[in-house]
Protein backbone atom coordinates (compact mmCIF):
# COMPACT_ATOMS: atom_id res chain seq x y z
CA UNK A 1 0.00 0.00 0.00
CA UNK A 2 0.99 3.92 -0.59
CA UNK A 3 -1.19 6.12 1.94
CA UNK A 4 -0.85 9.57 2.90
CA UNK A 5 1.41 9.61 5.94
CA UNK A 6 2.46 6.30 5.32
CA UNK A 7 4.92 4.75 2.68
CA UNK A 8 3.88 1.03 3.51
CA UNK A 9 1.32 -1.34 5.88
CA UNK A 10 3.57 -0.96 8.73
CA UNK A 11 3.82 2.68 8.82
CA UNK A 12 0.16 3.05 8.29
CA UNK A 13 -0.48 0.64 11.52
CA UNK A 14 2.06 3.09 13.42
CA UNK A 15 0.04 5.93 11.84
CA UNK A 16 -3.75 4.11 12.97
CA UNK A 17 -2.34 3.66 16.83
CA UNK A 18 -0.75 7.33 17.30
CA UNK A 19 -4.00 8.69 15.74
CA UNK A 20 -1.88 10.76 13.61
CA UNK A 21 -3.68 13.65 10.83
CA UNK A 22 -2.41 12.73 7.48
CA UNK A 23 -4.31 15.40 5.71
CA UNK A 24 -2.27 18.21 4.40
CA UNK A 25 -3.02 19.72 0.79
CA UNK A 26 -2.21 18.88 -2.64
CA UNK A 27 1.18 19.23 -3.22
CA UNK A 28 2.46 22.74 -5.31
CA UNK A 29 3.93 20.65 -8.37
CA UNK A 30 0.41 19.04 -9.27
CA UNK A 31 -0.98 22.10 -10.68
CA UNK A 32 -1.42 25.96 -10.25
CA UNK A 33 -3.21 26.11 -7.18
CA UNK A 34 -3.38 29.92 -6.94
CA UNK A 35 -5.02 29.98 -10.49
CA UNK A 36 -7.75 27.67 -9.42
CA UNK A 37 -8.66 28.93 -5.88
CA UNK A 38 -11.49 31.23 -4.39
CA UNK A 39 -12.54 31.29 -0.83
CA UNK A 40 -16.21 32.06 -1.92
CA UNK A 41 -17.87 28.93 -2.07
CA UNK A 42 -19.61 28.44 -5.00
CA UNK A 43 -17.71 30.18 -7.48
CA UNK A 44 -17.37 29.35 -11.10
CA UNK A 45 -14.14 27.64 -12.28
CA UNK A 46 -12.75 27.74 -8.41
CA UNK A 47 -12.49 25.60 -5.43
CA UNK A 48 -12.56 27.19 -2.23
CA UNK A 49 -10.27 24.08 -0.64
CA UNK A 50 -7.34 22.42 -1.35
CA UNK A 51 -7.04 20.00 1.48
CA UNK A 52 -5.99 16.53 1.04
CA UNK A 53 -4.54 13.33 1.76
CA UNK A 54 -1.43 12.72 -0.14
CA UNK A 55 1.46 9.91 -0.95
CA UNK A 56 3.74 12.92 -1.74
CA UNK A 57 6.13 12.54 -4.99
CA UNK A 58 4.52 10.64 -7.90
CA UNK A 59 7.15 11.71 -10.58
CA UNK A 60 9.81 8.53 -9.14
CA UNK A 61 9.78 5.12 -11.11
CA UNK A 62 12.00 2.83 -12.48
CA UNK A 63 10.06 2.16 -15.61
CA UNK A 64 13.01 -0.82 -16.63
CA UNK A 65 12.93 -2.89 -13.77
CA UNK A 66 9.44 -3.11 -15.17
CA UNK A 67 10.20 -3.93 -18.67
CA UNK A 68 9.04 -0.39 -20.05
CA UNK A 69 10.37 2.00 -21.91
CA UNK A 70 11.06 5.85 -20.46
CA UNK A 71 9.10 7.27 -23.40
CA UNK A 72 6.40 4.86 -22.86
CA UNK A 73 5.76 5.58 -19.45
CA UNK A 74 6.10 9.30 -19.50
CA UNK A 75 2.85 8.73 -21.82
CA UNK A 76 1.14 6.36 -19.25
CA UNK A 77 -0.87 8.02 -16.15
CA UNK A 78 0.98 7.86 -12.63
CA UNK A 79 -2.08 5.47 -11.32
CA UNK A 80 -0.58 2.88 -13.50
CA UNK A 81 2.90 3.23 -12.03
CA UNK A 82 2.12 2.88 -8.36
CA UNK A 83 -0.35 -0.38 -9.19
CA UNK A 84 3.04 -1.93 -10.62
CA UNK A 85 5.25 -0.95 -7.54
CA UNK A 86 2.32 -2.01 -4.75
CA UNK A 87 1.38 -5.20 -7.11
CA UNK A 88 5.00 -6.61 -6.82
CA UNK A 89 5.67 -5.89 -3.33
CA UNK A 90 1.90 -7.63 -2.57
CA UNK A 91 3.27 -10.64 -4.74
CA UNK A 92 6.65 -10.90 -2.58
CA UNK A 93 4.50 -10.41 0.38
CA UNK A 94 2.40 -13.52 -0.59
CA UNK A 95 5.39 -15.31 -1.56
CA UNK A 96 4.76 -15.78 -4.91
CA UNK A 97 8.65 -14.62 -6.77
CA UNK A 98 7.47 -11.90 -9.55
CA UNK A 99 9.63 -13.48 -11.92
CA UNK A 100 7.86 -16.59 -11.73
CA UNK A 101 4.17 -15.65 -12.69
CA UNK A 102 4.46 -15.52 -16.19
CA UNK A 103 1.57 -17.69 -17.90
CA UNK A 104 0.53 -17.92 -14.91
CA UNK A 105 -4.00 -17.99 -14.45
CA UNK A 106 -3.76 -15.38 -12.59
CA UNK A 107 -6.65 -12.38 -12.61
CA UNK A 108 -6.65 -8.92 -12.53
CA UNK A 109 -9.30 -6.92 -10.86
CA UNK A 110 -8.48 -2.77 -9.49
CA UNK A 111 -11.18 -0.42 -8.74
CA UNK A 112 -10.24 2.62 -9.95
CA UNK A 113 -12.50 5.86 -11.33
CA UNK A 114 -10.12 8.99 -11.31
CA UNK A 115 -9.30 10.05 -15.17
CA UNK A 116 -6.82 13.41 -13.66
CA UNK A 117 -3.92 12.88 -15.96
CA UNK A 118 -5.76 12.34 -18.77
CA UNK A 119 -7.80 15.38 -18.41
CA UNK A 120 -4.31 17.51 -18.11
CA UNK A 121 -2.94 16.18 -21.35
CA UNK A 122 -5.90 17.53 -23.36
CA UNK A 123 -4.62 20.96 -22.75
CA UNK A 124 -1.85 20.05 -25.15
CA UNK A 125 -3.23 17.76 -27.69
CA UNK A 126 -0.32 18.12 -30.07
CA UNK A 127 1.75 16.14 -27.38
CA UNK A 128 0.02 13.21 -27.32
CA UNK A 129 1.69 10.60 -29.11
CA UNK A 130 1.34 6.68 -29.68
CA UNK A 131 1.36 5.66 -26.34
CA UNK A 132 -1.62 8.33 -25.24
CA UNK A 133 -4.33 6.10 -25.39
CA UNK A 134 -3.02 2.94 -23.19
CA UNK A 135 -1.12 5.70 -21.01
CA UNK A 136 -4.31 7.15 -20.02
CA UNK A 137 -7.27 4.39 -20.07
CA UNK A 138 -8.75 3.21 -17.05
CA UNK A 139 -9.49 -0.18 -18.66
CA UNK A 140 -5.19 -0.28 -18.66
CA UNK A 141 -4.97 -0.01 -15.24
CA UNK A 142 -5.67 -3.32 -14.65
CA UNK A 143 -4.21 -4.79 -17.58
CA UNK A 144 -1.11 -3.00 -17.37
CA UNK A 145 -0.56 -5.61 -14.44
CA UNK A 146 -1.63 -8.45 -16.46
CA UNK A 147 0.31 -7.55 -19.33
CA UNK A 148 3.92 -6.54 -17.35
CA UNK A 149 3.59 -10.04 -15.26
CA UNK A 150 2.23 -12.24 -18.10
CA UNK A 151 -0.56 -12.99 -15.88
CA UNK A 152 -2.97 -15.24 -18.48
CA UNK A 153 -6.14 -14.42 -16.18
CA UNK A 154 -8.99 -11.51 -17.27
CA UNK A 155 -8.14 -8.15 -16.36
CA UNK A 156 -10.80 -5.82 -15.19
CA UNK A 157 -11.13 -2.45 -14.33
CA UNK A 158 -13.95 -1.71 -11.96
CA UNK A 159 -15.69 1.94 -11.99
CA UNK A 160 -18.52 2.43 -8.89
CA UNK A 161 -16.77 5.45 -7.77
CA UNK A 162 -16.02 5.38 -3.88
CA UNK A 163 -16.77 1.73 -4.07
CA UNK A 164 -15.09 0.17 -6.70
CA UNK A 165 -12.22 -1.31 -4.75
CA UNK A 166 -14.64 -2.80 -2.76
CA UNK A 167 -16.74 -4.07 -5.50
CA UNK A 168 -13.21 -5.43 -7.21
CA UNK A 169 -12.92 -7.78 -3.95
CA UNK A 170 -16.10 -9.09 -4.59
CA UNK A 171 -15.29 -9.85 -8.73
CA UNK A 172 -12.16 -11.73 -7.53
CA UNK A 173 -14.09 -13.39 -5.11
CA UNK A 174 -16.88 -14.44 -7.35
CA UNK A 175 -14.03 -15.85 -9.92
CA UNK A 176 -11.90 -17.35 -7.31
CA UNK A 177 -15.55 -19.40 -6.39
CA UNK A 178 -16.62 -19.96 -10.15
CA UNK A 179 -13.66 -21.09 -12.10
CA UNK A 180 -11.19 -23.79 -10.38
CA UNK A 181 -8.90 -23.09 -12.88
CA UNK A 182 -8.12 -19.70 -11.80
CA UNK A 183 -4.97 -20.22 -9.62
CA UNK A 184 -5.24 -16.55 -7.90
CA UNK A 185 -6.30 -12.76 -8.20
CA UNK A 186 -4.67 -9.49 -7.97
CA UNK A 187 -7.14 -7.37 -6.60
CA UNK A 188 -6.13 -3.49 -5.43
CA UNK A 189 -8.13 0.02 -5.92
CA UNK A 190 -6.06 3.66 -6.82
CA UNK A 191 -6.63 7.02 -6.87
CA UNK A 192 -4.41 9.86 -7.19
CA UNK A 193 -5.32 13.68 -7.25
CA UNK A 194 -3.37 15.05 -10.39
CA UNK A 195 -6.35 17.78 -11.24
CA UNK A 196 -8.28 20.80 -9.88
CA UNK A 197 -11.38 19.94 -12.09
CA UNK A 198 -12.55 17.26 -9.65
CA UNK A 199 -12.04 19.94 -7.05
CA UNK A 200 -14.09 22.78 -8.66
CA UNK A 201 -17.01 20.12 -9.28
CA UNK A 202 -16.93 18.98 -5.68
CA UNK A 203 -16.63 22.47 -4.40
CA UNK A 204 -19.28 23.62 -6.40
CA UNK A 205 -21.73 21.42 -5.14
CA UNK A 206 -20.34 21.84 -1.60
CA UNK A 207 -19.02 19.08 -0.77
CA UNK A 208 -15.90 19.94 0.53
CA UNK A 209 -14.96 20.61 4.07
CA UNK A 210 -14.37 24.87 4.30
CA UNK A 211 -11.94 23.29 7.50
CA UNK A 212 -10.12 20.81 5.73
CA UNK A 213 -11.05 18.06 8.16
CA UNK A 214 -13.76 14.86 7.87
CA UNK A 215 -16.03 14.41 10.94
CA UNK A 216 -18.00 11.61 10.07
CA UNK A 217 -21.59 11.17 11.54
CA UNK A 218 -20.63 14.11 13.38
CA UNK A 219 -23.30 17.31 13.46
CA UNK A 220 -20.32 19.57 12.59
CA UNK A 221 -19.38 17.97 9.79
CA UNK A 222 -19.06 20.49 7.05
CA UNK A 223 -18.18 17.98 3.88
CA UNK A 224 -15.03 15.88 3.20
CA UNK A 225 -11.64 15.65 2.41
CA UNK A 226 -10.41 14.02 -0.68
CA UNK A 227 -7.51 11.91 -0.94
CA UNK A 228 -5.28 9.41 -2.68
CA UNK A 229 -3.14 6.19 -2.25
CA UNK A 230 -3.32 2.77 -3.91
CA UNK A 231 -3.33 -0.61 -2.05
CA UNK A 232 -3.06 -4.42 -3.31
CA UNK A 233 -3.81 -7.96 -2.36
CA UNK A 234 -3.37 -11.24 -3.58
CA UNK A 235 -6.24 -13.22 -3.01
CA UNK A 236 -6.49 -17.30 -2.97
CA UNK A 237 -8.58 -19.55 -2.10
CA UNK A 238 -7.61 -20.86 1.46
CA UNK A 239 -6.71 -24.38 0.64
CA UNK A 240 -4.29 -23.71 -2.21
CA UNK A 241 -2.60 -21.02 -0.05
CA UNK A 242 -1.90 -23.28 3.04
CA UNK A 243 -1.32 -26.25 0.44
CA UNK A 244 1.70 -23.80 -0.89
CA UNK A 245 2.43 -22.51 2.22
CA UNK A 246 2.23 -19.11 1.89
CA UNK A 247 1.57 -16.66 4.35
CA UNK A 248 -2.25 -16.04 5.45
CA UNK A 249 -2.91 -11.95 6.22
CA UNK A 250 -6.57 -12.40 6.93
CA UNK A 251 -9.72 -14.65 5.89
Request: some cysteine; hydrophobic content about 45%.
Amino acid sequence: ARLPGAPDLVSFADLLRQGVDAVTEVPDDRFEKPRWHHPRPGEAGRSYSFAAGTIGDIKGFDAEAFGLSPREIAEADPQQRLLLEVTREAFEDAGLRPEALAGRNIAVFIGGSSTDFAELRLDDPSAADRFHMTGNALSILSNRIGHVFDLRGGAQTIDTACSSSLVALHLAARALADDPALEAAVVGGVNLLLSPYAFIGFSRAGMLSTRGRCQVFDAAADGYVRAEGAGVVILRRLADAKAAGEPIRAL
